[in-house]
């Protein structure tokens, strides 16, 4: 299993440097990602509902039969466009059904013939209708289909037939990561098993023991691993901020922190002003509630007491957003905001390296990137790692270990 995380998902057939990039750009560069790429929902063909009980709104599947003949227009002011639409009903009622372009839809569906149908429902004033929804005969369906997180350019159906490939890859006989009377005292399913069953459950219920599972070894893991860390740190000295540039970073902002807010960050720079060891935190919030407003405030701090700070993202989409919510806020007052990728031409990636090296680059925003050999820091003082539960103890221990034992 180990080996697979060291084999490139360019040894996947289907897979070229092309398609490999984008894999890149959900945060999957070996086989052994791919496989630890779980599905954020499931497609459920096996559970279809009765047209009456659909409500406005709602995804779900349907078995029903053809009742209409189609009928084809072109969207009016456009000779492009091309709907087609037809019927379905089941015992319970009728369900208007429209595709999009598809000129050869009527000799795909057949009159009187029974289909599944997904899709997503519209509730109007004469009826419910479906707009482009997936279809399959009933018995020639795979009842469980998993819907992964995209990228332009990469389907559903591809990534789906890349993990398939990378399954098969795992060795007929795994060495389980948890040991025989854990599993039994929690109830836990095998890792092998699991990881076939978060990405392909064969029945509803699967998925969910799969997931127990594998957040079960990820939880324990992460426990261990930071309590190791915590435990090397107690004793090393940390990097000492002499002054604390909180109200100067609030009087930047367009917006009032929260109490929460405020609290964080004092309790922060207090660690990092008093504290004899390195301070480790984790900020914990629902989404909007301003942690990167807090991770802001920790960084405009180092930065202004004459060190470096790095912000490390799973994929290149949140380095991206944090690189350009931090730029427009903190480079008008004179502090470089620089960001580092796994796509990133050489060239740049060097000049960004260089940068620091010399400490010209006050703040760094990147991906697995940080992580090279090659990148080094000039006093690295801060490093936050956005999402951390997607990244592994080695991998946050390693950025740690570019610094002087940063926070």
């Not at 109007?124 to 005969?137: D, I």
């Not at 990820?218 to 435990?231: A, C, P, S, T, Y």
């Not at 949140?318 to 031409?345: C, D, R, W, Y």
Request: proline residues 4%; hydrophobic residues 40%; glycine residues 6%.
């Amino acid at each position: 299993m180990a080996s697979l995380f060291n084999t490139l998902i360019t040894n996947i057939n289907g897979v070229g440097d092309r398609r490999a990039v984008l894999f890149n750009k959900l945060g999957v560069t070996t086989v052994g990602d791919l496989l630890y790429f779980f599905p954020r929902a499931y497609n459920f063909w096996n559970t279809p509902k009765e047209i009456a009980l659909l409500q406005d709104g709602e995804t779900c599947c349907i078995k029903a039969k053809i009742c209409s003949a189609f009928s084809e227009n072109y969207i009016k002011g456009t000779s492009q466009r091309f709907v087609s639409k037809t019927a379905a009903s089941d015992a319970s009622g009728v369900i208007e059904l429209t595709f999009f372009n598809n000129k050869y839809i009527k000799n795909m569906l057949k009159y009187d013939e029974e289909y599944l149908f997904f899709g997503k429902v519209t509730r109007k004033l004469y009826g419910c209708e479906m707009l482009s929804p997936e279809f399959a005969l009933p018995n020639n369906r795979n009842v469980i289909v998993p819907l992964y997180p995209g990228t332009a350019g990469l389907s559903n159906k591809q990534i789906i037939a890349a993990v398939k490939t990378a399954l098969a890859m795992l060795p007929d006989t795994m060495q389980d990561t948890l040991p025989d009377i854990i599993r039994e005292q929690y109830g836990l399913i095998g890792l092998k098993e699991a990881l076939q069953q978060i990405h392909f459950p064969k029945k509803v219920g699967d998925e969910l023991q799969a997931r127990k599972r594998l957040a079960f070894e990820e939880l324990l893991v992460l426990n261990l691993g930071l309590r190791q860390i915590k435990k090397a740190g107690a004793t090393a000295p940390g990097i000492k901020i002499s002054n604390d540039y909180t109200n100067e970073f609030i009087k930047m902002l367009p917006f009032k922190l929260t109490n929460a807010q405020q609290r964080v960050i004092a309790e922060c720079c207090n660690d990092m002003q008093h504290k004899p060891c390195a301070m480790n935190r984790l900020i914990q919030g629902d989404v909007g509630s301003g942690k990167t407003a807090v991770a802001a405030a920790m960084c405009y701090n180092v930065v202004k007491n004459g060190f470096q700070a790095a912000f490390m993202a799973p994929t290149e989409v949140l380095a991206i957003q944090h690189f350009n919510s931090l730029k427009q806020l903190l480079e008008p007052v004179g502090i470089t905001v620089a960001i580092l990728t796994g796509s990133m031409p050489k060239k740049v990636k060097d000049s960004v390296r260089t940068g620091l090296h010399s400490g010209e680059i006050d703040i760094i925003i990147g991906t697995h990137a940080l992580l090279t050999e090659d990148t080094e820091f000039a006093n690295l003082a801060l490093v936050i790692t956005d999402e951390q539960h997607r990244f592994g103890v080695k991998q946050r221990a390693a950025l740690t270990q570019k610094g002087q034992n940063p926070h």
